[in-house]
């Protein structure tokens, strides 16, 4: 499986940006779908994002389109989600995922592999 670390998380006021990074291990990168999911306290855990391989295709979350946006470098073995716009509801560990049996991408994945997340905090 795939080694998922993601980074870029932090502190931001309410209307600011942050731009999250999750880099994969491994020679076969471009074979996995890519997804962002988050969890806020006391909240199950909710999808954000999703890329196909070969970037053809994105899906988002009702409550982020037009502010976050997935992509992917497969020669870089990285996947990025920039967050436009932020709102105290996107504070939320962000987690990224990878699957490399998706056919067709949707909300519900499901992804086997799982990075350890990164704090994202949004204030008011």
């Known amino acids: 499986q795939v080694q998922l670390v993601e980074s870029g998380g932090g502190l931001v006021q309410a209307g600011g940006s942050l731009r999250l990074s999750c880099a994969a291990s491994?020679?076969?990168?471009?074979?996995?779908?890519m997804g962002w999911f988050r969890q806020a306290p006391g909240k199950e855990r909710e999808f954000v994002a999703a890329?196909?391989?070969?970037?053809?295709?994105?899906i988002y979350a009702d409550s982020v389109k037009g502010r976050f946006t997935i992509s992917r470098d497969n020669a870089k073995n990285m996947v990025y989600l920039q967050m436009n716009s932020l709102k105290p509801e996107d504070t939320a560990i962000y987690y990224c995922?990878?699957?490399?049996?998706?056919?067709?991408?949707?909300?519900?994945?499901?992804?086997?592999?799982w990075g350890q997340g990164t704090q994202v905090t949004v204030s008011s």
């Open positions: 491994g020679r076969t990168f471009s074979n996995y779908v």
């Open positions: 890329i196909t391989r070969d970037r053809s295709s994105t």
């Open positions: 995922a990878a699957d490399r049996n998706i056919v067709v991408i949707t909300t519900k994945g499901p992804f086997a592999s």
